[in-house]
């Protein structure tokens, strides 16, 4: 569910460079034999290291346990809505040079057909962005080839920066990060996730934070649990209950206001504060009243409504996708002025290259 479909990577393919820990000899490609379906499942792992911005303020140790960095990259690869391998570069510099500095970081980019399974349950989610990938498509004709070289550019400047690239099909990068992140807790280590997508939000904790980019200022902010209570005056844990009632335009899914006008945020927040999560609320409207005859009515007649948008946005922390212990040292960042310099020169040379005589991707 990240803020912007990326249709630089749809089609691509690349040879992994480390196996799943599901069985240490399978390729990128196969059928797992945990797995409850039979359907292939493909993960592609890319190895590879960026640098703090001014203002983002790190988090303080606890406990002394060291923190692990998960980069979603799809959204750092657009400038407003238009893709942009030099934004892409721009926010990773920062934030390898001032954020994660040494802090092992695990990048994870959606997986192909990542969005079908909640298409399937939604078909207005992220809809819009279908239609922008293909108009991207549409007008610089990008052939799978093309396509996969912009990918490869992106993993090849990771892997050069000691930084994984993890891609998973048939998920979106927000549930392979919820997934990992969920490993590395287990481990005593505390997860920090950069990325602008709000449904990220659902995941804070103390021990779990977000760390945000700022295009207006070009600089990244650390987002903590304080912070969530500030600005919602609820706990995280009441986030995905609240947005399944008020929608998520940004995602398309619409929130049950569109069906009952009178049932705001403002009403859904006092029951979910109440109730503590959507399933309680829902149990007790179907016997008792709950609130006014408005809401009352609405959440019993609208209550599989309301649990299908739980289900479009709930992250998964069940993908089928292993923490390698190599993701947890420390992060060899020596190479990594040299590795940006590289790719920047690289975008810039390749402002002169056209594809069948249209400007290519990297004009970003």
């Not at 923190?67 to 934030?95: E, I, M, T």
Request: glycine residues 6%.
């Amino acid at each position: 569910m990240t803020r912007v479909e990326m249709s630089v990577f749809a089609g691509a393919y690349v040879q992994p460079r480390f196996p799943c820990n599901c069985n240490p000899s399978l390729s990128a490609s196969y059928s797992c034999k945990t797995q409850k379906t039979t359907t292939p499942l493909t993960v592609t792992l890319f190895s590879g290291p960026f640098h703090q911005t001014r203002g983002a303020q790190p988090l303080p140790e606890k406990n002394n346990s060291k923190r692990v960095f998960f980069l979603d990259v799809n959204p750092l690869c657009y400038q407003g809505s238009k893709p942009s391998l030099h934004s892409f570069g721009r926010w990773l510099s920062l934030f390898l040079s001032q954020v994660s500095l040494t802090d092992p970081v695990i990048a994870v980019i959606d997986g192909e057909r990542g969005s079908e399974r909640r298409r399937k349950l939604l078909a207005s989610y992220k809809a819009h962005r279908i239609k922008f990938t293909r108009h991207i498509s549409s007008l610089q004709r990008f052939s799978s080839g093309h396509v996969g070289r912009s990918l490869q550019v992106i993993s090849d400047v990771l892997e050069k920066c000691s930084v994984p690239v993890v891609k998973v099909d048939g998920h979106e990068a927000d549930d392979v990060v919820a997934t990992l992140a969920g490993q590395v807790l287990n481990k005593g280590f505390r997860v920090v996730i950069a990325s602008p997508d709000k449904d990220f939000k659902q995941l804070i904790s103390e021990d779990v934070q977000i760390v945000m980019p700022l295009p207006e200022l070009q600089r990244w902010s650390f987002y903590t649990l304080k912070h969530y209570r500030d600005q919602y005056n609820c706990d995280p844990q009441s986030d995905l209950s609240l947005r399944c009632i008020v929608g998520d335009e940004v995602d398309g899914v619409p929130g049950i206001q569109h069906l009952v006008p009178s049932f705001g945020r403002k009403t859904a927040l006092k029951l979910i504060k109440k109730h503590g999560s959507l399933e309680t609320l829902l149990n007790a409207a179907a016997i008792r009243t709950v609130g006014k005859p408005y809401a009352q009515d609405a959440l019993k007649k609208h209550a599989d409504y309301l649990r299908r948008n739980y289900e479009v946005l709930a992250l998964k922390r069940d993908v089928n996708v292993q923490l390698i212990e190599e993701w947890l040292v420390k992060r060899d960042n020596l190479n990594d002025r040299i590795a940006l310099s590289t790719f920047f020169k690289y975008l810039e040379e390749s402002k002169e290259v056209t594809y069948r005589g249209r400007p290519t991707l990297y004009n970003g």
